[in-house]
């Protein structure tokens, strides 16, 4: 089965940035929709980014304008630019594919505090 390994997360302040980084361990993000999925605290897993193979993105509105998802299909690697960060992106990310279809990986915190 495919492993997804996330990383990059990390304690920051409001208005600073972070690079997610999510790596599969076979090449899926080539020929899949790649996504982003976020858990805050208390809550259930929800969608935040889908790439698609074509290169169109989609966002969450509350992330609109401040997060970029892109991919690096020769490293199986999913990325996730988050600028400006907010308290309220505070969660546990994951990346998978849309529809989700792999098994999780253990996703990377991020906590922004205000």
């Known amino acids: 089965q495919v492993r997804l390994v996330e990383s990059g997360g990390g304690l920051v302040q409001s208005g600073e940035s972070l690079r997610l980084s999510c790596t599969a361990s076979e090449s899926i993000f080539g020929s899949s929709i790649a996504g982003w999925y976020h858990r805050p605290p208390g809550k259930e897993r929800e969608w935040v980014a889908s790439?698609?193979?074509?290169?169109?993105?989609g966002y969450t509105d509350a992330v609109k304008g401040r997060f970029t998802i892109s991919k690096d299909n020769a490293k199986n690697t999913v990325y996730l630019q988050m600028n400006s960060l907010k308290p309220e992106d505070t969660a546990l990310y994951y990346c998978?594919?849309?529809?989700?279809?792999?098994?999780w990986g253990q996703g990377t915190q991020v906590t922004v505090s205000s």
């Open positions: 790439l698609f193979t074509t290169g169109d993105t």
């Open positions: 998978n594919t849309v529809p989700v279809f792999h098994t």
